[in-house]
């Protein structure tokens, strides 16, 4: 299994941007889809993005399409999610997701079951 690492969260206020990596260990990432998620205070995990195994290809949740933008860079093992104009409603942990049960995956994973290794999460908190 891969190993996932996020870093880069922390308290920002309303309007501000972060950005958020992901390391990976243990396997190389570089033909694997990747994907955000997060999970707010009593509230379910849900899909933020995900990007195919090249990085030309994108997929954002309707709540943070034209604000957030991920990347990636195989050479470094690592994803990026950079997350612009905070609102409060942005606040949650965010984890990063690898689907490596499918080599050179598109963006189609939307879905929890599809990802098979996750990281422990990082806080993203946006004051009003």
Not at 45 to 56: K, L
Not at 95 to 109: E, I, K, P, Q, R
């Amino acid at each position: 299994q891969v190993q996932l690492v996020e870093s880069g969260g922390g308290l920002v206020q309303a309007g501000d941007s972060l950005r958020l990596s992901c390391a990976a260990s243990g396997r190389s990432i570089s033909n694997y889809a990747m994907g955000w998620f997060r999970q707010a205070p009593g509230k379910e995990r849900e899909f933020v993005t995900t990007i195919n195994w090249s990085g030309d290809s994108t997929y954002y949740a309707d709540s943070v399409k034209g604000r957030f933008t991920i990347s990636r860079d195989n050479a470094k093992n690592t994803v990026y999610l950079q997350m612009n104009s905070l609102k409060p409603e942005d606040t949650a942990v965010y984890y990063c997701a690898a689907n490596s049960n499918v080599l050179y995956g598109g963006t189609h994973y939307w879905f929890e079951y599809q990802y098979d290794s996750w990281g422990q999460g990082t806080q993203v908190t946006v004051s009003s």
